[in-house]
T-cell receptor, first 115, second 113 residues
Framework: EAGVTQFPSHSVIEKGQTVTLRCDPI?????LYWYRRVMGKEIKFLLH????????ESGMPNNRFLAERTGGTYSTLKVQPAELEDSGVYFC?????????????FGPGTRLTVL | EDQVTQSPEALRLQEGESSSLNCSYT??????LFWYRQDPGKGPEFLFT???AGEEKEKERLKATLTKKESFLHITAPKPEDSATYLC??????????????FGTGTQLKVEL
């Protein structure tokens, strides 16, 4: 079974440009999460989808970040316009909803560098 | 606010030299405590979930334990292939089903021959 996949693996853009990251969750997983690690810091939560609905977007840093999950399958995270402090590794994770547990499986990440 | 602190930040062991990694946490109500392994350039790889104090889980040379304030990851007779960053994360009991993980900064383990 394929794991969580993310595209691209790396992206280098200029300040002010737009970048779109994509995440394909494990087939059948209704929960999809976005996390981010900036240099030297811990991995931090950005937002959580249940199917196509945003369950929790409390970690989104500002309105330059827009996440979508049309149709409840893959998700995109757009940063527009990008700023220097947006550099970091963006991870996607997915899980299958169960009342008693929620094990999140992570993708390999997208390394974003804003120059 | 949920908080996770891991120690030590880095650990160097000789092959076969057993040790433990610590994860201290504060959370309003614990739904689960997770251990992940992360290799350079890769995403976190799931190892264990612990749900209640006193629970233990094992996988090969790794054993995770949980108390009401902390978790330990014990590594018995480690091998060089155990070298990685080990991450601890907590998930809080939240009304409405929020499932976000709060991570620590990790322990970077290096096992040498």
């Amino acid at each position: 079974e394929a794991g969580v996949t993310q595209f691209p693996s790396h992206s280098v853009i200029e300040k002010g440009q737009t970048v779109t990251l994509r995440c394909d969750p494990i087939s059948g997983h209704d929960n999809l999460y976005w996390y981010r690690r900036v240099m030297g810091k811990e991995i931090k939560f950005l937002l959580h989808f249940v199917k196509e609905s945003k369950q929790d977007e409390s970690g989104m840093p500002n309105n330059r970040f827009l996440a979508e999950r049309t149709g409840g399958t893959y998700s995109t995270l757009k940063v527009q316009p990008a700023e220097l402090e947006d550099s970091g590794v963006y991870f996607c994770a997915s899980s299958f909803s169960r009342a008693d547990q929620d094990t999140q499986y992570f993708g390999p990440g997208t390394r974003l560098t804003v120059l | 606010e949920d908080q996770v602190t891991q120690s030590p930040e880095a650990l160097r062991l000789q092959e076969g030299e057993s040790s433990s990694l610590n994860c201290s946490y504060t959370v309003s109500g614990l739904r689960g405590l997770f251990w992940y392994r992360q290799d350079p350039g890769k995403g976190p790889e799931f190892l264990f979930t612990l749900y209640s104090a006193g629970e233990e889980k094992e996988k090969e040379r790794l054993k995770a334990t949980l108390t009401k304030k902390e978790s330990f990851l014990h590594i018995t007779a480690p091998k060089p292939e155990d070298s990685a960053t080990y991450l601890c994360a907590v998930q809080a009991e939240v009304t409405g089903g929020g499932n976000k993980l709060t991570f620590g900064t990790g322990t970077q383990l290096k096992v040498e021959l």
